[in-house]
């Protein structure tokens, strides 16, 4: 067990001795992606360099994301481009973790989609059949719609839902519909609610899950974090050792208790959704659920622990 489990720890208030122990307390790190390493498709200040500095220490590098928008390779290319030494493989969305489910799983009808293409590009590399993506709108009222517009497939076997920014109404109807047969899977790619902006609110993929799940009656399988089904490529053929891996978020909810849920160790950063003023609230917390999002290390940002990481391997003092 860490030493720090659950402490939220500032890392930056550890002696450089502690901070070297620390390091050498992983092999493995999973990192979220926006909001720790890029903003708006920007590289924060310093998380390049931590994270080609852990690859260079021997660490074996995975980018976490929730973002069902883009395949692997797109998060490769942008990766990349911003600098990071990483590979495809070192990679795990929840546009191929779901199409990696469903693999698995031997399945073999059609998928009902209501999400992107990044969805359904993943599902074409693994043979699987699926609905296209893009505007699906109301036509007329609905009793118009229904007697004239409605057309449901026969050969439908899951529903898989992520962020679809062309949501609707009809869209609602045929998954519910199909969701009425018991053997039709339900799987949601993560329930992340919402993302704040500086002016608006952008509704997330758990809006349209939570929209399906009410009028189906369904609880879906939620393949992204915080659920372990995510890292089940890495989990299962034990790739990696649960307490030896760190990984790094800055969304307690989904990333630090995906932490938590797979017993790694967390270090949360202040450079995105959630704060240490947030901390202080799980802290102060009667519910036992919040006190599973309270990190075991913190950092105002990731690129704080470049000198640490670079004196750790130098000697010096920071």
């Known amino acids: 067990m860490s030493t720090y489990k659950q402490t939220c720890t500032n890392l930056l208030e550890l002696s450089n001795s502690k ?10 790190v999973i990192t979220d992606c926006d909001g720790v390493l890029w903003i708006y498709g920007n590289a924060l200040e310093g998380s390049v360099d931590v994270m080609n500095q852990f690859k260079a220490m021997g660490k074996k590098i995975y980018f976490c994301t929730n ?18 030494r990483i590979t495809e493989e070192g990679i795990i969305s929840t546009a191929h973790a779901t199409a990696a489910y469903l693999k698995q799983r031997k399945f073999d009808k059609r998928v009902y989609v209501i999400g992107s293409e990044g ?7 693994v043979g699987i059949k699926h609905t296209q993506c893009g505007p699906d709108p109301m036509q007329g009222p609905l ?33 519910a519909s199909y969701l009425n047969d018991p053997k039709c899977l339900f799987v949601a790619t993560n329930t992340d609610e919402c993302f704040p902006m500086p002016n608006m609110v952008v509704p997330g993929s758990g809006s349209f899950v939570k929209a399906i799940q009410t009028c189906s009656e369904r609880t879906p399988t939620v393949i992204g974090k915080p659920n372990p089904a995510i890292c089940e490529s890495l989990l299962n053929p034990k790739k990696i050792d649960p307490a030896r891996t760190l990984m790094i978020g800055d969304r307690a909810n989904t990333d630090i208790l995906l932490g938590f ?10 450079s995105g959704i959630h704060h240490l003023s947030d901390v202080d609230q799980w802290r102060k917390s009667k519910d036992p ?30």
């Open 19 to 28: 901070v070297t122990e620390w390091l050498a307390s992983f092999d493995t």
């Open 67 to 84: 973002n069902s928008t883009k395949t692997r390779a797109e998060l490769l290319k942008k990766g990349l481009e911003l600098g990071f």
């Open 119 to 125: 969805i359904t590009q993943e599902l074409d590399k």
């Open 143 to 175: 009793g118009e719609f229904m007697a004239q517009h409605l057309k449901l497939d026969t050969d439908i076997g899951a529903v898989v839902v992520g962020f679809d920014e062309h949501f609707s109404f009809p869209k609602m109807m045929k998954a």
């Open 261 to 270: 849920n797979c017993g790694f160790q967390t270090l949360l950063v202040g």
């Open 289 to 318: 659920e919040d006190k599973k999002l309270i990190p075991d290390l913190y950092l105002p940002k990731l690129g704080d622990l470049l000198p640490a990481i670079v004196n750790s391997q130098t000697g010096g003092s920071y």
